[in-house]
């Protein structure tokens, strides 16, 4: 059995945190405005979050300790969060985040932002669609939620960039 590097479980335990997270931001906050006039559940913020941090956690754990992950995170959903919202999440979740690796895997050999988009373009529409129709019985938020977790698969491809463009300079 192969033991992740410090890195990988940091990756692992902040991906593992943003599960319950989401669901009790949405339980505590409602929804949030994302941008544009768009609202969403105020989980968006951190399921878009988790989706690139599933692909960081891929990257330094590999796939069996993400999949560990996604079963402890919702886990800890279960018993930290409303069941309902729970339930949905879990769901939305393992249906994303299978979608994610099957896009994910083939891509990433053309390079890890690539991979990184396409794999969340396709994990954050399932997991919206899903989420919102078991969650709230509802795709009133759907714009939103594709805009919110948009965000942040940007923002975190720009940062991975910004550190492997500064990790180059100061080996170079």
Same mark, same amino acid.
């Given at each position: %059995?192969?033991?992740p590097?410090?890195?990988?479980?940091?990756?692992?335990?902040?991906?593992?945190?943003?599960?319950?997270?989401?669901?009790?931001?949405? /339980?505590?906050?409602?929804?949030?405005?994302?941008?544009?006039g768009?609202?969403?559940?105020?989980?968006?913020? %951190?399921?878009?979050?988790?989706?690139?941090?599933?692909?960081?956690?891929?990257? /330094?754990?590999?796939?069996?300790?993400?999949?560990?992950?996604?079963?402890?995170?919702?886990?800890?959903?279960?018993?930290?969060?409303?069941?309902?919202?729970? /339930?949905?999440?879990?769901?939305?979740?393992?249906?994303?985040?299978?979608?994610?690796?099957?896009?994910?895997?083939?891509?990433?050999?053309?390079?890890?932002?690539?991979?990184?988009?396409?794999?969340?373009?396709?994990?954050?529409?399932?997991?919206?669609?899903?989420?919102?129709?078991?969650?709230?019985?509802s795709?009133?938020?759907?714009?939103?939620?594709?805009?919110?977790?948009?965000? %942040?698969?940007?923002?975190?491809?720009?940062?991975?960039?910004?550190?492997?463009?500064?990790?180059?300079? /100061?080996?170079a």
């Amino acid at each position: %059995m192969n033991v992740p590097a410090p890195a990988g479980i940091a990756t692992l335990l902040a991906y593992i945190a943003t599960i319950p997270a989401a669901n009790l931001a949405v /339980t505590h906050f409602g929804a949030v405005p994302v941008g544009f006039g768009y609202a969403a559940p105020a989980g968006v913020y %951190m399921v878009g979050l988790a989706l690139v941090l599933r692909d960081l956690a891929r990257e /330094t754990a590999g796939r069996n300790a993400v999949l560990a992950a996604i079963a402890i995170g919702t886990v800890l959903s279960y018993l930290l969060a409303d069941p309902t919202l729970a /339930t949905a999440s879990a769901v939305a979740f393992v249906v994303a985040e299978t979608l994610d690796f099957a896009v994910y895997e083939p891509l990433r050999q053309r390079g890890l932002p690539l991979a990184m988009l396409a794999s969340n373009a396709v994990g954050l529409l399932a997991d919206s669609l899903l989420f919102l129709k078991l969650a709230f019985n509802s795709l009133t938020y759907l714009p939103g939620q594709i805009l919110g977790k948009t965000w %942040m698969t940007l923002a975190a491809i720009a940062v991975l960039a910004l550190l492997r463009q500064r990790k180059n300079a /100061t080996t170079a």
